[in-house]
């Protein structure tokens, strides 16, 4: 019987490679933890994203947060324009003047 010579050895099995250890238990933990959070913050984020698109879609303000503050005070200056039927000129909606006709919609 011929004996063949190898020069590399099989590695031999390692059973605490495939065993519980608490350090990959708290990994997994952790890995899943982060996982389940940020889902949530995502889901949370888009949801009140729609809720404030449907505000906007029936006119109201959409809702402050933290972030925003600054341009949302200063989209509570805007006011929405509208046209004049008569001499097709915009006005602001809240607080429209006569253009100076005869004949114009809005009061002096």
Do not use: H
């Not at 590399?8 to 099995?13: C, E, K, N, Q, R």
């Not at 995502?42 to 879609?57: E, G, H, P, S, Y």
């Amino acid at each position: 019987m011929v004996k063949v010579l190898t020069l590399l050895a099989p590695a031999p099995y390692k059973s605490t490679m495939f065993g519980f250890s608490l350090q990959k238990l708290l990994f997994t933990g952790l890995v899943i933890a982060a996982i389940f959070y940020g889902f949530r913050w995502f889901t949370q984020m888009q949801a009140r994203r729609d809720q404030n698109v449907r505000r906007r879609a029936k006119g109201g303000k959409p809702r402050s947060t933290g972030a925003n503050r600054e341009s949302t005070a200063a989209a509570d200056d805007i006011e929405t324009m509208v046209e004049c039927k008569v001499c097709g000129s915009f006005v602001a909606s809240g607080s429209a003047r006569s253009c100076g006709r005869d004949d114009c919609p809005y009061p002096d």
